[in-house]
């Protein structure tokens, strides 16, 4: 029913930035809680960030907070990831997630849709 996609990630100097983007198909997308996730190798995947259906409320991770910006427009079906001062240790394969059930969840079982994911690395 939706079809997510990230773009963005590349290769960074540590201090940098980057915005990923994830463009969204189907009318549903405003119904949709949406989060993002990293995954580091030999790791976990990880909750990174949070946004609600109307873009009003937004939560992240205690180790991106001050750093990184969640947004949603959901007249152009996206949501972005803003991510500043980047540090070697956010190197990781960055997802892009939906779920339609539940709101403000850290949680990869409560998102049904997710992104094939885009690397991002950062150097020292």
């Known amino acids: 029913q939706v079809q997510l996609v990230e773009s963005g990630g590349g290769l960074v100097q540590a201090g940098g930035s980057l915005r990923l983007s994830c463009a969204a198909s189907?009318?549903?997308?405003?119904?949709?809680?949406m989060g993002w996730f990293r995954q580091a190798p030999g790791k976990e995947r990880e909750f990174v960030s949070r946004i609600s259906r109307s873009g009003s409320s937004t939560g992240y991770t205690d180790s991106v907070k001050g750093r990184f910006t969640i947004s949603r427009d959901n007249a152009k079906n996206t949501v972005y990831l803003q991510m500043n001062s980047l540090k070697p240790e956010d190197t990781a394969v960055y997802y892009c997630?939906?779920?339609?059930?539940?709101?403000?969840?850290?949680?990869?079982?409560?998102?049904?849709?997710w992104g094939q994911g885009t690397q991002v690395t950062v150097s020292s």
């Open positions: 997630a939906g779920g339609s059930w539940y709101s403000g969840s850290p949680h990869v079982s409560h998102y049904e849709y």
């Open positions: 189907g009318r549903t997308f405003s119904t949709l809680h």
